[in-house]
């Protein structure tokens, strides 16, 4: 299974991003995915996840603010950023695993990172 994540970069405080994240490979092997994140000098934060049944979890840092949504046919997750603040600043990874839990201990899939960056 390979990730490509794309839609990070530079907004201001306030503004909006969308992540995406396309799956390829043995995509049948997937069913969690989601999005961490790892801030300079922080510990890697589960952001997002979501089944493949549609149930989804966010960290308290995002509720409100991120939605995860995902299309199955595309095989692609996504991670519609609003209201963004300066503590979103952050590479952002997209995960996925064969298991079809919401919150994993693990993921077996990993996305090189995207930056998103939120200037003040």
């Known amino acids: 299974v390979q990730l490509q994540a794309s839609g990070g970069g530079l907004v201001q405080a306030g503004g909006s991003l969308r992540l995406s994240c396309a799956a390829s490979g043995s995509i049948f092997r997937i069913n969690a995915m989601g999005w961490y994140r790892q801030a300079p000098g922080k510990q890697r934060e589960l952001v997002a996840a979501n089944t493949r049944g549609g149930r989804s979890y966010y960290a308290d840092s995002v509720k409100g603010r991120f939605t995860i949504s995902r299309d199955n046919v595309k095989n692609t997750v996504y991670l519609q950023m609003n209201s963004l603040k300066p503590e979103d600043t952050a590479v952002y990874y997209c995960?996925?695993?064969?298991?079809?839990?919401?919150?994993?201990?693990?993921?077996?899939?990993w996305g090189v990172g995207t930056l998103v960056t939120v200037s003040s």
């Open positions: 995960v996925a695993d064969p298991v079809n839990g919401l919150i994993l201990p693990r993921y077996d899939y």
